[in-house]
Structure formats: C-alpha cells, structure tokens
C-alpha cells in the first residue's frame, strides 16, 4: 500500500512542478493581468511539489533501509539456526 502512495506522491509532485513553473512563467511576464497573484500560486504549487518530491524520496530510501535491514535480520536467523 505504501509503495501506490509514494507513486501518488512522485506524480503528483511532478504535476505541481509543472503548473508552479507555468505559474510563475505567465506571472512574470507583463502580459498577464493579476501578476502577483501567479506568482504566489505559482510560488506556492512550486514549494508544494519540492516537499511533497522530498518526502516520497525519503520514503523510498527508508524503504529500502528497511527491507536491507530485514534481509539481514533474516540471513543472521538462519546462519544462527544452522549451528
């Protein structure tokens, strides 16, 4: 179940990224009629998705600690079963 939830996570970072950066590209320009308002969604979406893309990293390499670890609680069980 944790793994869906992190894919979640990365896609949803990767779309924020996406509309943060266009967000801020249209806000920055002159031709846009509420400039500092773009630039704050797009400030805000941008933020989102660097901790919403830090936190699924963090997951994963937990993750994977985890599993490592458990792999060799596992394989120190069994040497220690053997003798």
């Given at each position: 179940?944790?793994?869906?939830?992190?894919?979640?996570?990365?896609?949803?970072?990767?779309?924020?990224?996406?509309?943060?950066?266009?967000?801020l590209?249209?806000?920055s320009?002159?031709?846009?009629?509420?400039?500092?308002?773009?630039?704050?969604?797009?400030?805000?979406?941008?933020?989102?998705?660097?901790?919403?893309?830090?936190?699924?990293?963090?997951?994963?390499?937990?993750?994977?600690?985890?599993?490592?670890?458990?792999?060799?609680?596992?394989?120190?069980?069994?040497?220690?079963?053997?003798?």
């Amino acid at each position: 179940m944790r793994r869906i939830s992190t894919v979640f996570e990365i896609i949803l970072s990767a779309i924020l990224l996406v509309l943060g950066l266009f967000m801020l590209y249209e806000g920055s320009s002159n031709k846009s009629a509420s400039e500092a308002a773009m630039l704050i969604g797009g400030a805000v979406c941008f933020t989102l998705s660097v901790m919403t893309l830090f936190s699924a990293v963090r997951s994963i390499l937990w993750h994977r600690r985890m599993v490592r670890h458990s792999n060799h609680l596992d394989s120190a069980a069994a040497g220690h079963n053997r003798g």
